[in-house]
């Protein structure tokens, strides 16, 4: 048995092992993710403010960004969390509520949502623990936490990234607990995103908090992306690995690739260290406008197999050869290691990777993938020869088979059913929506957690790699009224057996007229 199949079987044994331990003393269930099963992987998606700042976000930015991460085949690639940052100008009225803001956002937040949720994307929002945003110009959720979380669920966010500015007399440690319990409170499952820029030590603290925190100040002012910076934070964010796994990440920032003034190896260079390093693949660019070039880097499915590993490892830096870099300390899901090699001089690199850097047995015979030209070589004994140009880098996943599977990556038609109910005998009505793997695994079918409304079933069918999840709507004995349901479904990666990402979507069902009458699709 390898050591990787007994890690693999060992979990089950442990996980069975803390149930029966007792109640509320096991360990994991201090974890944020065993609530909810969510952000198992990196979270991926857009957030405009790299690029954008505050201006111009409004609507009509967010739906062409939308458009654009479909068209590009970022949607197809698992990018899936998109919305406003600081640019989402909403108010608070006077009884305390929050409101949208008409004149940027004329659909309204919740509109907003419907439409991103019916890309079959995901909706991301912005808000801030202190008195107001870091601009000023919008509230903050200090003393409205319970009330602020609700219009969030309200307005069907998917994710919340939680900034911390005018936070005077706070502290990460008990503002960031609180907002999770108003959160959960309001029910709606949200990917929680802490944002004091690693004030506080959040890695310390927050798994059982949030899914991610930032560990570090921002990468780059609007609109002007700065490698230095990125370098910085890339040292920072590399000493806290041993905080990042399944559900809890570091979060180093919005990406900065694809933006003006950095080189095609730069921007090869960034995304592989963010895939390296586990960390969320949120990307900041302009993707109405972005090159060819910029396209195949963020859309890379192998390397981005290394960032969406089910072990979720934050690879480290294990040795320095020179200008060079060795990331490893990556093992994947397979049983294969992730390696990096980053040149961050001004001259050619040239570096043997050893099978001991990786965690292989020196006399191993490996293969070699590079994620970059696609290309496989070996089979091989010994050091690995690794030339790379300057600020570039070589991202290598080096296994003992000549196999690389690409774990799942799920995405959906559309997360939001909606069903119209009317008229004087009851009727059925049924709606599908289709949930695709990306990856190249075969999936079980996806189970749907028990605990729906009445009025709605759910069963699910499969064909080849796509899930048909129907939806079953019987309004019969039901008033008039509007119905809104989420629906759970949970799935295994079938190579590691690890937990997946929970898949969550709305079911809306408006019933007009008489109660139980016929209804219409
Ligand atoms: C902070 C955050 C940024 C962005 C701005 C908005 O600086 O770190 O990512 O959200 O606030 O003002």
């Not at 050893?354 to 091989?380: I, K, M, N």
């Not at 019987?474 to 929970?502: C, F, Q, W």
Request: glycine share 10%; with cysteine; charged share 20%.
């Amino acid at each position: 048995m390898t050591k990787f199949a007994r890690v693999v079987t060992a979990v089950p044994i442990a996980l069975l092992l803390l149930v029966c331990i007792g109640r509320g003393e096991d360990p994991a269930a201090k974890l944020r993710s065993d609530r909810d099963g969510l952000a198992l992987t990196p979270p991926m998606g857009w957030y405009p403010w790299n690029e954008f700042g505050q201006e111009p976000q409004n609507e009509e930015l967010i739906k062409q960004t939308a458009e654009a991460l479909i068209r590009s085949g970022m949607k197809d690639a698992g990018y899936t969390y998109i919305g406003p940052d600081e640019g989402i100008c909403f108010s608070r009225d006077a009884s305390g509520k929050l409101t949208s803001n008409l004149a940027r956002y004329p659909s309204g937040l919740r509109g907003l949502g419907d439409y991103i949720h019916q890309q079959g994307l995901k909706y991301a929002l912005y808000t801030d623990a202190g008195t107001h945003t870091c601009s000023k110009a919008m509230p903050g959720t200090k003393g409205h936490e319970f009330e602020d979380m609700k219009a969030f669920a309200e307005w069907r966010a998917d994710y919340i990234k939680i900034d911390w500015c005018n936070t005077t007399g706070q502290t990460p440690a008990t503002a960031y607990p609180k907002l999770r319990d108003a959160q959960l409170a309001a029910g709606r499952p949200i990917v929680f995103s802490l944002c004091s820029w690693g004030e506080g030590q959040p890695w310390k603290w927050a798994a059982p908090v949030g899914h991610l925190w930032r560990t570090t100040e921002d990468i780059c002012e609007p609109g002007k992306p700065n490698w230095a910076a990125a370098m910085k934070t890339v040292a920072a964010n590399e000493k806290l690995f041993a905080a990042a796994g399944p559900g809890h990440w570091n979060d180093p920032d919005m990406m900065i690739s694809g933006m003006r003034g950095l080189s095609e190896a730069q921007n090869r260079s960034l995304f592989s260290l963010w895939c390296m390093m586990a960390s969320p693949l949120i990307a900041g660019n302009d993707l109405r406008s972005m090159t060819e070039s910029t396209i195949k880097i963020l859309t890379n499915r192998e390397a981005i197999g290394i960032n969406q590993d089910p072990l979720g490892i934050q690879g480290r830096i294990v040795r320095r050869d020179g200008q060079a870099q060795i990331w490893a300390a990556k093992r994947l899901f397979d049983g294969s290691r992730a390696v990096l090699v980053f040149n961050t001089g001004e001259a050619l690199a040239q570096v043997q990777v050893t099978p001991a850097d990786v965690g292989f047995e020196e006399s191993t015979s490996l293969y070699v993938r590079d994620l970059w030209t696609h290309q496989t070589s070996g089979p091989q004994a010994g050091s690995i020869r690794v030339t790379v140009a300057p600020r570039d880098v070589a991202l290598l996943r080096i296994a003992k088979a000549n196999s690389f599977p690409l774990p799942p990556i799920i995405v959906a038609d559309s997360y939001r059913v909606v069903f119209h109910a009317s008229g004087k005998s009851a009727q059925e009505l049924t709606k599908a929506t289709a949930v695709k793997n990306k990856g190249n695994s075969e999936l079980a079918l996806w189970k749907v957690s028990a605990g729906l409304p009445s009025w709605l079933s759910v069963t699910v069918a499969q064909s080849g790699k796509t899930q048909t999840f129907s939806n079953k709507v019987t309004a019969a004995g039901l008033a008039k009224g509007h119905y809104h349901a989420v629906v759970k479904a949970d799935n295994r990666e079938p190579i590691s057996g690890l937990p997946m990402s929970a898949l969550y979507y709305d079911v809306d069902l408006e019933v007009s007229g008489a109660a139980g009458g016929p209804a219409s699709n």
